[in-house]
C-alpha cells in the first residue's frame, strides 16, 4: 500500500480559523477607525484660502466644536447650548479650565513661562483646535477665543479648522489647483 497516497487523499484544510482572524481584523480596524474620529462632529467647515497642512497634529491636543446654532461639543457631549444659556457663557469657561485643569494633572498639556506683557505668565504650550460649522456666527467662535485668553485658562495656541474642499459647492482653492 502506498503510504503517500494515503497521507494525500486525507488532507483537508479547515478555514474557520482564517475566517475568524479575518472578522477580527475587521472588527479591530472598524473600531479604531471611529475611536480616532470620536472628538469630531460632523460639520461643514469654512474653506480655508490660505493654508497650513496639518501633517501631525499632537494627540493630546483637545477639540471643541462649534454647531451651527452656538452649541459647543466637547467629547461628544454638549457644554454649552444658546438656546438654553442665551449669553451666559460660564459653562464655557468651567469647559476650557476643566480642559487645563485634566490636561495638567495628566501631563498631556505642558505650562510654560511666558513673556507676556513684562511679566511671566504661565501658560499651556499645546494648542487647542476649534472647530465650528461654516455657517456658525462668529461671535461663540470668539467668545471661545476671548475665554482662551483668560489668565487662568491661557491657551496662547488656537488653530481654528478650515477645509481646503468646499462640502456644498465641491469648490476647491486655488493655490490646490
Not at 449669553?87 to 507676556?116: H, N, S
Request: charge should be negative; include cysteine.
Amino acid at each position: 500500500m502506498n503510504v503517500l497516497k494515503i497521507v494525500q487523499e486525507d488532507l483537508e484544510m479547515d478555514m474557520t480559523p482564517m475566517i475568524d482572524c479575518v472578522f477580527l481584523l475587521m472588527i479591530f480596524f472598524v473600531l479604531v477607525i471611529d475611536l480616532s474620529q470620536k472628538n469630531l462632529e460632523d460639520l461643514i467647515l469654512p474653506r480655508a484660502v490660505f493654508q497650513e497642512p496639518d501633517d501631525s497634529p499632537p494627540e493630546n491636543r483637545p477639540i471643541i466644536n462649534v454647531l451651527q446654532n452656538g452649541t459647543v461639543v466637547y467629547g461628544g457631549a454638549v457644554f454649552f447650548d444658546p438656546s438654553v444659556d442665551g449669553k451666559d457663557y460660564k459653562k464655557i469657561k468651567q469647559l476650557l479650565l476643566d480642559i487645563r485643569v485634566k490636561g495638567v494633572a495628566e501631563k498631556t498639556l505642558k505650562l510654560v513661562q511666558k513673556d507676556v506683557g513684562g511679566a511671566f505668565v504661565e501658560v499651556i504650550d499645546d494648542p487647542i483646535l476649534i472647530r465650528a460649522d461654516k455657517w456658525t456666527e462668529w461671535h461663540f467662535v470668539g467668545e471661545i477665543m476671548k475665554q482662551c485668553s483668560q489668565p487662568d485658562i491661557a491657551f496662547w495656541k488656537v488653530q481654528l479648522a478650515l477645509s481646503d474642499v468646499d462640502k456644498e459647492t465641491g469648490e476647491k482653492n486655488e493655490a490646490l489647483k
